[in-house]
């Protein structure tokens, strides 16, 4: 089957830095995505990743090991409005879009 | 900046109607997408659509489900026949190519009663 694994919940502090894993089994794999999604909102995006290694875009980063099917999502200089939901999301076999989403890792940073 | 826009945001029918779900994705955007979440779920793929025909769907998108262009704006998602478990929020979604960031409305709340 197709499966997406991610921590349930985490809890950090403000100024801090954290580590979001994934892990992923899919049939093919086209890209993965990490989307923040703050509660009642829409995901917004974050990142994507289709070949191996790590990707920075300011304070956040991501990173990819097909070999392995696991990702990361390293957010740095943590704020109180990175308390939100991050979800990984793979591209299966076929159309890009055909996403497979994991249940997300609420992340809950603290003063 | 420009942004995917959903209407209605909330939307509650009873069950059995049919409910159309509104969608104006990016205006240089070539691909759409529909996603559902339903409460404390993950997000759901229904089907992507690109050059007016559905591209990818979902087991989730059967025949209850359409989705349409019906002129060079809106995308519209049909939901036949509504039932209970069809109460999620829905989510709309454009990209530029297949393989960029999909930018994603705010959603419409459906509640089937």
């Known amino acids: 089957g197709q499966n997406i694994d991610q921590p349930t919940e985490m809890t950090a502090t403000e100024g801090a830095i954290v580590q979001i894993n994934c892990t992923y089994q899919?049939?093919?794999?086209?890209?993965l995505f990490w989307y923040q999604q703050h509660a009642g909102e829409a995901p917004t995006f974050l990142s994507y990743?289709?070949l191996d290694g790590l990707e920075e875009k300011g304070r956040f980063s991501s990173f990819l090991s097909r070999s392995k099917g696991y990702s990361y999502l390293l957010l740095k200089e943590l704020q109180m409005k990175d308390s939100a939901s991050y979800l990984c999301?793979?591209?299966?076999?076929?159309?890009?879009?055909?996403?497979?989403w994991g249940l997300g890792t609420s992340l809950a940073v603290n003063p | 900046e420009p942004e995917v826009t959903q209407t209605p945001s909330h939307q509650v029918t009873q069950m059995g109607q049919e409910v159309i779900l509104r969608c104006v994705p990016i205006?240089?955007?070539?691909?759409f997408y529909w996603y559902r979440q339903i409460l404390g779920q993950k997000v759901e793929f229904l089907v992507s659509?690109?050059?007016?025909?559905?591209?990818?769907k979902s087991e989730i998108f059967d025949d209850q489900f359409s989705v349409e262009r019906p002129d060079g704006s809106n995308f519209t998602l049909k939901i036949r026949s509504t039932k209970l478990e069809d109460s999620a929020m829905y989510f709309c979604?454009?990209?530029?190519?297949?393989?960029?960031?999909?930018?994603f409305g705010q959603g419409t709340r459906l509640t089937v009663v």
């Open positions: 979604a454009s990209s530029e190519w297949e393989n960029t960031e999909a930018f």
């Open positions: 205006s240089n955007h070539l691909y």
């Open positions: 659509f690109y050059n007016n025909e559905i591209s990818e």
């Open positions: 899919t049939s093919g794999f086209n890209g």
């Open positions: 990743n289709v």
């Open positions: 999301a793979v591209g299966s076999a076929g159309n890009n879009r055909k996403l497979i």
